[in-house]
Protein backbone atom coordinates (compact mmCIF):
# COMPACT_ATOMS: atom_id res chain seq x y z
CA UNK A 1 0.00 0.00 0.00
CA UNK A 2 1.35 3.36 -1.27
CA UNK A 3 1.03 6.15 1.99
CA UNK A 4 -0.67 8.93 0.56
CA UNK A 5 1.02 12.69 0.99
CA UNK A 6 -0.46 15.74 1.59
CA UNK A 7 0.97 19.47 1.64
CA UNK A 8 -0.50 21.83 3.83
CA UNK A 9 -0.29 25.12 4.01
CA UNK A 10 0.17 26.45 0.31
CA UNK A 11 0.14 30.23 -0.92
CA UNK A 12 2.08 30.20 -4.08
CA UNK A 13 1.86 29.19 -7.16
CA UNK A 14 5.35 28.15 -7.35
CA UNK A 15 4.72 25.51 -4.22
CA UNK A 16 1.64 24.34 -5.42
CA UNK A 17 3.94 23.35 -8.56
CA UNK A 18 6.42 22.14 -6.60
CA UNK A 19 3.73 20.18 -4.58
CA UNK A 20 2.80 17.97 -7.46
CA UNK A 21 6.05 17.75 -9.61
CA UNK A 22 7.45 15.77 -6.09
CA UNK A 23 4.19 13.50 -6.26
CA UNK A 24 1.90 14.71 -3.48
CA UNK A 25 -1.49 13.01 -3.27
CA UNK A 26 -3.60 16.64 -1.70
CA UNK A 27 -3.08 19.96 -1.15
CA UNK A 28 -4.34 22.00 1.76
CA UNK A 29 -5.17 25.81 2.24
CA UNK A 30 -5.71 27.30 5.59
CA UNK A 31 -9.00 29.34 5.42
CA UNK A 32 -8.17 30.24 9.41
CA UNK A 33 -7.58 34.02 9.58
CA UNK A 34 -5.20 33.69 12.76
CA UNK A 35 -3.13 31.32 11.17
CA UNK A 36 0.27 32.75 8.98
CA UNK A 37 -0.28 30.44 6.33
CA UNK A 38 -4.27 31.67 5.83
CA UNK A 39 -5.23 32.59 2.11
CA UNK A 40 -8.52 33.74 1.06
CA UNK A 41 -11.03 31.61 -0.80
CA UNK A 42 -10.54 33.66 -4.35
CA UNK A 43 -6.90 33.01 -3.91
CA UNK A 44 -6.95 29.21 -2.90
CA UNK A 45 -9.58 28.93 -5.72
CA UNK A 46 -6.90 30.15 -8.06
CA UNK A 47 -4.40 27.68 -6.99
CA UNK A 48 -6.44 25.39 -6.98
CA UNK A 49 -6.88 25.47 -10.88
CA UNK A 50 -3.06 24.41 -10.86
CA UNK A 51 -4.26 20.97 -10.11
CA UNK A 52 -4.22 18.31 -12.61
CA UNK A 53 -6.51 15.48 -12.14
CA UNK A 54 -6.61 13.20 -8.71
CA UNK A 55 -4.54 15.46 -6.68
CA UNK A 56 -7.13 16.90 -4.28
CA UNK A 57 -7.49 20.38 -2.63
CA UNK A 58 -8.19 20.57 1.17
CA UNK A 59 -9.95 23.29 2.70
CA UNK A 60 -8.67 23.79 6.64
CA UNK A 61 -10.99 25.13 8.66
CA UNK A 62 -11.30 26.03 12.65
CA UNK A 63 -15.13 26.63 13.53
CA UNK A 64 -16.01 28.48 10.47
CA UNK A 65 -19.29 29.67 10.14
CA UNK A 66 -21.81 27.53 7.55
CA UNK A 67 -21.84 30.30 4.88
CA UNK A 68 -18.15 30.36 5.04
CA UNK A 69 -18.12 26.78 4.31
CA UNK A 70 -20.39 26.79 1.86
CA UNK A 71 -18.19 29.94 -0.42
CA UNK A 72 -15.14 27.82 -0.26
CA UNK A 73 -17.12 24.93 -1.47
CA UNK A 74 -18.59 26.69 -4.28
CA UNK A 75 -15.49 28.20 -5.53
CA UNK A 76 -13.90 24.82 -5.28
CA UNK A 77 -16.10 22.15 -6.27
CA UNK A 78 -13.71 19.66 -5.58
CA UNK A 79 -12.56 20.58 -2.30
CA UNK A 80 -12.25 18.23 0.93
CA UNK A 81 -13.11 19.91 4.12
CA UNK A 82 -10.77 19.52 7.51
CA UNK A 83 -12.11 20.36 10.62
CA UNK A 84 -9.46 21.17 13.38
CA UNK A 85 -11.58 23.07 15.82
CA UNK A 86 -14.14 22.24 17.97
CA UNK A 87 -16.70 20.83 15.38
CA UNK A 88 -19.30 18.40 16.09
CA UNK A 89 -20.01 15.05 14.37
CA UNK A 90 -23.16 16.95 12.68
CA UNK A 91 -21.27 20.20 11.75
CA UNK A 92 -18.73 18.34 10.47
CA UNK A 93 -21.38 15.98 8.00
CA UNK A 94 -23.80 19.26 7.42
CA UNK A 95 -21.81 20.20 4.06
CA UNK A 96 -22.17 17.04 2.57
CA UNK A 97 -18.68 17.01 1.66
CA UNK A 98 -16.24 14.17 2.37
CA UNK A 99 -14.04 15.54 5.34
CA UNK A 100 -10.93 14.99 7.61
CA UNK A 101 -11.24 15.43 11.31
CA UNK A 102 -8.35 16.42 13.49
CA UNK A 103 -7.40 14.41 16.29
CA UNK A 104 -5.49 16.43 19.51
CA UNK A 105 -3.06 13.99 20.66
CA UNK A 106 -2.18 13.70 23.78
CA UNK A 107 -1.78 11.08 27.24
CA UNK A 108 -5.08 9.85 27.99
CA UNK A 109 -6.84 10.77 24.64
CA UNK A 110 -9.25 8.14 23.50
CA UNK A 111 -8.62 7.90 20.19
CA UNK A 112 -10.86 5.19 19.78
CA UNK A 113 -14.08 6.80 21.19
CA UNK A 114 -13.20 10.08 19.44
CA UNK A 115 -13.15 7.78 16.28
CA UNK A 116 -16.57 6.30 17.13
CA UNK A 117 -18.06 9.84 16.74
CA UNK A 118 -16.44 10.46 13.58
CA UNK A 119 -16.84 7.50 11.93
CA UNK A 120 -18.57 9.37 8.75
CA UNK A 121 -15.29 11.12 8.48
CA UNK A 122 -12.87 10.03 5.59
CA UNK A 123 -10.06 9.88 7.55
CA UNK A 124 -8.65 11.22 11.16
CA UNK A 125 -5.82 13.41 10.94
CA UNK A 126 -3.57 13.17 14.32
CA UNK A 127 -1.77 16.49 15.52
CA UNK A 128 -0.05 17.41 18.69
CA UNK A 129 -1.64 18.79 21.64
CA UNK A 130 -1.01 22.70 21.92
CA UNK A 131 -2.34 25.94 23.22
CA UNK A 132 -4.52 26.62 20.45
CA UNK A 133 -5.56 25.16 17.03
CA UNK A 134 -3.45 23.41 14.71
CA UNK A 135 0.13 21.05 15.84
CA UNK A 136 2.35 24.24 16.26
CA UNK A 137 4.87 21.57 14.10
CA UNK A 138 5.40 19.77 17.30
CA UNK A 139 6.07 15.79 17.24
CA UNK A 140 3.70 13.91 19.71
CA UNK A 141 4.14 10.91 21.01
CA UNK A 142 3.59 8.05 18.60
CA UNK A 143 2.90 5.21 21.04
CA UNK A 144 -0.12 6.85 21.85
CA UNK A 145 -2.17 5.75 18.54
CA UNK A 146 -4.25 2.68 19.10
CA UNK A 147 -3.98 -0.67 16.96
CA UNK A 148 -7.62 -0.93 15.06
CA UNK A 149 -9.05 2.69 14.63
CA UNK A 150 -11.54 3.50 11.93
CA UNK A 151 -11.66 5.62 9.81
CA UNK A 152 -7.77 5.41 8.15
CA UNK A 153 -5.17 7.49 10.11
CA UNK A 154 -3.34 10.40 8.65
CA UNK A 155 -0.03 11.35 10.66
CA UNK A 156 0.34 14.87 11.04
CA UNK A 157 2.48 16.60 14.12
CA UNK A 158 6.12 17.72 13.38
CA UNK A 159 6.82 15.91 10.23
CA UNK A 160 9.85 16.39 8.05
CA UNK A 161 12.16 14.40 5.82
CA UNK A 162 14.25 13.32 9.12
CA UNK A 163 11.60 11.38 10.49
CA UNK A 164 8.24 10.68 8.16
CA UNK A 165 10.44 7.43 7.38
CA UNK A 166 10.26 6.46 11.08
CA UNK A 167 6.65 7.79 11.22
CA UNK A 168 5.51 5.74 8.61
CA UNK A 169 7.15 2.37 9.96
CA UNK A 170 6.00 2.78 13.31
CA UNK A 171 2.35 4.50 12.79
CA UNK A 172 1.81 2.75 9.40
CA UNK A 173 -0.98 5.55 8.19
CA UNK A 174 -2.98 5.79 5.71
CA UNK A 175 -1.23 9.22 4.81
CA UNK A 176 0.67 11.65 5.95
CA UNK A 177 0.43 15.49 6.27
CA UNK A 178 3.29 18.22 6.35
CA UNK A 179 3.31 21.79 6.67
CA UNK A 180 6.18 23.72 8.75
CA UNK A 181 8.12 20.59 7.73
CA UNK A 182 8.90 22.10 4.51
CA UNK A 183 9.24 25.75 5.02
CA UNK A 184 11.62 27.80 4.70
CA UNK A 185 9.04 30.29 6.09
CA UNK A 186 5.75 30.44 7.45
CA UNK A 187 3.71 30.00 4.24
CA UNK A 188 7.00 29.65 1.85
CA UNK A 189 7.66 26.00 0.74
CA UNK A 190 10.98 25.25 0.00
CA UNK A 191 10.93 22.88 -3.12
CA UNK A 192 13.81 21.23 -2.04
CA UNK A 193 12.42 20.18 0.97
CA UNK A 194 9.30 19.23 -0.57
CA UNK A 195 11.17 16.68 -2.45
CA UNK A 196 12.97 15.22 0.04
CA UNK A 197 10.07 15.02 2.13
CA UNK A 198 8.40 13.02 -0.93
CA UNK A 199 11.16 10.78 -0.94
CA UNK A 200 11.33 9.96 2.46
CA UNK A 201 7.79 8.74 2.52
CA UNK A 202 8.36 6.56 -0.50
CA UNK A 203 11.73 5.29 1.22
CA UNK A 204 8.95 3.69 3.87
CA UNK A 205 7.00 2.53 1.20
CA UNK A 206 9.54 0.38 0.05
CA UNK A 207 10.98 -1.03 3.39
CA UNK A 208 7.05 -2.11 4.20
CA UNK A 209 7.27 -3.60 1.03
CA UNK A 210 10.40 -5.34 1.43
CA UNK A 211 9.75 -6.94 5.17
CA UNK A 212 6.12 -8.21 3.53
CA UNK A 213 8.34 -10.65 1.51
Not at 45 to 53: G, K, Q, T
Not at 106 to 128: I, M, R, T, V, W
Not at 130 to 153: A, I, M, N, Q, R
Request: net charge neutral; proline share 6%.
Amino acid sequence: MRTRIKICGLTREADVDAAVEAGADAIGFVFYAKSPRAVSVAHAAALARRLPPFVTPVGLFVNAAPDELAAACAAIPTLMLQFHGDETPGQCDAMGRPYLRAARMAPGFDLLNFAQQFSSAQALLLDAHVEGYGGGGKVFDWSLVPSGVTPPLVLSGGLSAANVTDGVLKVRPWAVDVSSGVESAKGIKDADAVRRFCEAVREADARVAASAI
